[in-house]
């Protein structure tokens, strides 16, 4: 059953290194990305699945130890989901999609080892009843189950947002916000995928397989963060 979510946005952006010069302007983001997963780690999960956006290369599982990468974003900077131990992922396993790289970062940060982590990268085109269904197959993998939620929300705040003004942007991030502040399960299964799509919000998928595993769960949410730096939506809450 789930016991501890935790949501966090998944821009590379919110790694030092690939920030550069603009690294601080996400601090106030990293900071609630923190006590999320300070609240997955209170929970003492038996096991932690981190879910994410993906494309078609990276969906699908991915195991304790595999090796994520920034060097598309020219940073020579690796990470491992959840740590190495030279066994968990064998030599030549596929690389880690952008969003669970961001995830191993995050854990490798705050030095994760409060359960086993293992992956699952998610397609946009996932149709809201199987985004349920694989969380609700999630939650019942372990007595005591936590996860890590990937994504963003909308991409279309400003002018020089990467998908450009659209004034449909800014309700939904809000009612994004709300739902996951309030660990409303019903308002994030009634996000619709093509509006999603639209506004070029990678976390719709990620937040309904979420809305899927707190099947039968009792929990209580907390808005962390909201900002649209760059023109996209970041949101940061955890429920436990």
């Not at 789930?2 to 106030?28: H, I, M, N, S």
């Not at 937040?207 to 929990?219: C, E, F, M």
């Amino acid at each position: 059953m789930l016991v501890a979510a935790a949501v966090c946005p998944c821009p590379p952006l919110l790694v030092p290194e690939v920030a550069a010069g603009a690294a601080a302007e996400l601090d106030p983001a990293r900071a609630a990305c923190t006590d999320a997963l300070g609240v997955l780690a209170a929970a003492r999960p038996d096991r932690l699945v981190v879910v994410g956006p993906a494309e078609q290369g990276g969906r699908g599982p991915h195991p304790q130890g595999a090796r994520g990468s920034f060097r598309g974003f020219g940073v020579d900077l690796d990470v491992r989901l959840g740590g190495y131990d030279g066994a968990a992922a064998p030599g030549g396993e596929r690389v880690l999609p952008p969003s669970l790289s961001v995830a191993a970062w995050l854990l490798e940060r705050v030095g994760w080892a409060a359960a086993p982590v293992e992956g699952l990268g998610v397609g946009e085109p996932l149709a809201t009843a199987r985004c349920v269904q694989v969380g609700e197959e999630i939650g019942a993998q372990a007595p005591r189950v936590a996860l890590l939620v990937m994504g963003d929300a909308s991409a279309c705040r400003t002018l020089k947002a990467p998908g450009y003004l659209d004034d449909r942007a800014e309700p939904f991030d809000a009612e994004v916000a709300r739902a996951l502040g309030a660990a409303d399960v019903a308002a994030l299964k009634a996000l619709d995928p093509e509006l999603a799509y639209r506004l070029k919000a990678s976390g719709r998928a990620p937040w309904q397989v979420l809305a899927g595993a707190a099947r039968g769960a009792d929990l209580k949410g907390t808005l962390l963060y909201e900002d649209a730096p760059y023109g996209v939506g970041y949101l940061v809450a955890a429920w436990a």
